[in-house]
């Protein structure tokens, strides 16, 4: 090594010509402890990221934790006026909102991934799986907007007026679409947040069963399966532990969105009876309530966030355990 | 030996196939449609509200005229700063991951918490950054926006930098080594440098992420209805003013909320095209 790096360059190291057999380090490796030291800094960094959130979200909380305990997450009164907070109503419809949306969007992103993988045209494959990335891109609050001001007057008009017309009285059907029918709610919402969720959940899907060898499916279709039997006795099931992880990412999209819902939600913090009743969901209340909010109320807000951030964790962590390891 | 399929079976083999296929069909129709018309609403909106107003005066009060340049100027020097910051921590991370982490468990479970923060609520973010600089300082500023939109991008650089120098053959590090490099001038000069295009595609990913993000700039940098340089004090930025005036009753101001969503999501598609033909240039090679 000490030969070599001697000629390195053409540069004659004293050093190694007065301790002959002596190790030389190349010039500037003196840096090498620092540039590591800084790497490992900035990755310790996304670490302290994620801890500050968790810790200063449970500061912040803390004074309504405290106050409220357990009955912080059971309470249905959310009254900034007596100081009271109770947040089961923002919890529950941020829960059911989020399910409702992915019960809408799942078999749609399905049927355009399966579309994508097996049955489009070569021609048009490329063109509609990048238009459906792209579209995965757009800002949230673009589909926020679309809500409000196209989807929602529409949604009342045509769909919520009918239908509530049309529940037989008494029946469970009444209770389900009760509400004010102004186009905003639990129901549009969740339908809002689907569209939103749409276009990610086909693209990841679509990108799994991509990695689906060639052969399964080439073999699968030889011994004469139709295309349906491929796609759910062979593909999907090939990719099955991905499937579900990309289902509970765009869950976890959906529990922590806010542009979307907040804009078309109603903004009401009771206890939801009806899909057409007003709702708040966490991150909806967050984003309303913050900068005008203050002392207890800014706390509970906190807390609120506490709440999301236990949510999404479980929820995504759970994702990226299942997608690390797509198959099997 | 071969025994022949009934006839029913085959039917309704085919008639489930028939349904499952047409199924596909009509949902990729539908979701395409709604697609499509949400982008129409978008441009039609959008484009009756443009003209060069918007990028000549500030947001207006009701009633008045105005435009969105202080929004628009404030939108580009905190995505701008907070660029700076998350490729600096994300490629020193991505790159920590990748060269010193082996499978070390500290490494995992970094690489874990990146792929946890990369679709963490960004709302919650905000809460952060709001309680880590708004409150202690007294104020809203365009840094704490900046800071909030950089801790939202470092999870995606990190991420490609690491899956892109992970590409790099071991032999291209030991050819560099063996040349009496140090590590770290061999990361700079060589391994740097044959994942540039992938690190970039990284960067503008990270880039159309957080300038369409609204929520995590909602407590932090607020907004301002002036024209300001200074990042110290409340900025604008598009998100935001689409936030504020597409709620608001007024007609004037609700187009003006469509004319920066117009800016912003084409911003937002025109920068992930870009991302794709860089990416494309590193798949083909």
Same mark, same amino acid.
């Given at each position: 090594m000490s030969d070599t790096a001697r000629t390195v360059a053409g540069r004659a190291f004293t050093v190694a010509d007065t301790h002959p057999g002596r190790r030389i380090s190349p010039r500037g490796s003196a840096f090498d402890y620092a540039f590591q030291a800084l790497c490992f800094a900035a990755a310790t960094a996304l670490l302290a990221s994620l801890g500050g959130v968790l810790i200063s979200l449970a500061i912040g909380g803390w004074p309504v934790l405290s106050k409220f305990g357990f009955g912080f997450l059971t309470g249905k009164t959310w009254d900034p006026v007596r100081d009271i907070y109770g947040a089961a109503g923002p919890i529950v419809d941020t829960i059911i909102t989020s399910l409702l949306a992915l019960m809408l969007s799942l078999p749609i992103a399905g049927g355009v991934a399966f579309f994508l993988t097996e049955l489009c045209p070569s021609f048009l494959r490329r063109p509609i799986g990048t238009a459906v990335e792209l579209l995965a891109g757009i800002p949230s609050i673009v589909y926020g907007m679309w809500g409000l001001f196209v989807f929602a007057p529409v949604f009342a008009a045509k769909i919520e007026i009918p239908l509530m017309g049309m529940a037989p009285p008494g029946s469970i059907w009444e209770t389900l679409l009760s509400g004010i029918p102004n186009g905003s709610g639990i129901l549009s919402a969740s339908i809002i947040l689907a569209i939103m969720i749409l276009p990610f959940m086909a693209a990841t899907l679509r990108e799994l069963l991509n990695t689906v060898p060639p052969q399964v499916r080439e073999s699968a279709y030889g011994l004469g399966a139709t295309t349906a039997e491929v796609v759910m006795k062979v593909t999907l099931p090939y990719v099955r532990r991905g499937a579900v992880g990309a289902v509970m990412l765009g869950l976890g999209r959906a529990l922590g969105e806010t542009m979307a819902v907040t804009f078309i939600i109603g903004n009401s913090h009771d206890f939801p009876k009806g899909l057409f009743d007003s709702g708040a969901t966490i991150a909806s209340t967050i984003a309303n309530e913050f900068n005008e909010a203050s002392g207890l109320q800014a706390s509970a807000l906190i807390a609120l966030g506490l709440v999301l951030f236990v949510l999404t964790f479980l929820v995504l962590a759970l994702a990226r355990l299942l997608l690390r390891n797509p198959e099997g | 030996m071969a025994t022949r399929a009934s006839p029913v079976v085959v039917a309704r083999r085919q008639a489930t196939n028939a349904v499952f296929v047409g199924f596909c069909f009509l949902v990729t129709a539908i979701a395409l449609v709604a697609l499509a018309l949400i982008l129409w609403s978008l441009v039609a909106q959008g484009a009756s509200g443009l003209n060069l107003h918007i990028f000549t005066l500030d947001t207006p009060a009701a009633g008045s005229v105005g435009g969105l340049r202080n929004a628009i100027v404030g939108s580009l020097m905190m995505c701008a700063l907070a660029m700076l910051i998350a490729v600096a921590v994300g490629v020193l991370a991505g790159t920590w991951l990748s060269e010193y982490a082996g499978s070390s468990r500290y490494g995992s479970v970094i690489r874990f918490l990146n792929d946890v923060l990369l679709s963490a609520p960004s709302i919650l973010i905000g809460l952060f950054v709001y309680q880590l600089l708004v409150r202690p300082f007294h104020?809203?500023?365009?840094?704490?926006?900046?800071?909030?939109?950089?801790?939202?991008? /470092?999870?995606?650089?990190?991420?490609?930098?690491? $899956?892109?120098?992970?590409?790099?053959?071991?032999?291209?590090?030991?050819?560099?080594?063996? =040349?009496?490099?140090?590590?770290?001038?061999? @990361?700079?000069?060589?391994?740097?440098?044959?994942?540039?295009?992938?690190?970039?595609?990284?960067?503008?990913?990270?880039?159309?992420?957080?300038?369409?993000?609204?929520?995590?700039?909602?407590?932090?940098?607020?907004?301002?209805?002036?024209?300001?340089?200074?990042?110290?004090?409340?900025?604008?930025? =598009?998100?935001?003013?689409?936030?504020? $005036?597409?709620?608001?009753?007024?007609? $004037?101001?609700?187009?003006?909320?469509?004319?920066?969503?117009?800016?912003?999501?084409?911003?937002?598609?025109? /920068?992930? @095209?870009?991302?794709? /033909?860089?990416?494309?240039?590193r798949r083909s090679s």
């Open positions: - | 104020g809203f500023s365009g840094f704490a926006g900046a800071v909030a939109l950089a801790i939202i991008a /470092v999870p995606v650089i990190t991420r490609t930098t690491e $899956d892109v120098l992970k590409l790099q053959p071991t032999s291209l590090r030991e050819a560099g080594m063996a =040349l009496g490099s140090p590590f770290w001038h061999v @990361i700079r000069t060589i391994l740097w440098r044959a994942s540039a295009s992938g690190m970039i595609t990284g960067a503008l990913l990270a880039f159309a992420r957080i300038s369409g993000e609204t929520a995590p700039l909602l407590f932090t940098a607020l907004n301002n209805q002036f024209f300001s340089w200074n990042m110290t004090k409340p900025t604008a930025s =598009l998100p935001v003013v689409i936030f504020n $005036d597409a709620l608001t009753p007024y007609p $004037d101001l609700n187009k003006l909320a469509w004319a920066a969503a117009l800016l912003t999501a084409g911003a937002v598609l025109a /920068v992930t @095209i870009l991302a794709r /033909v860089f990416s494309k240039e």
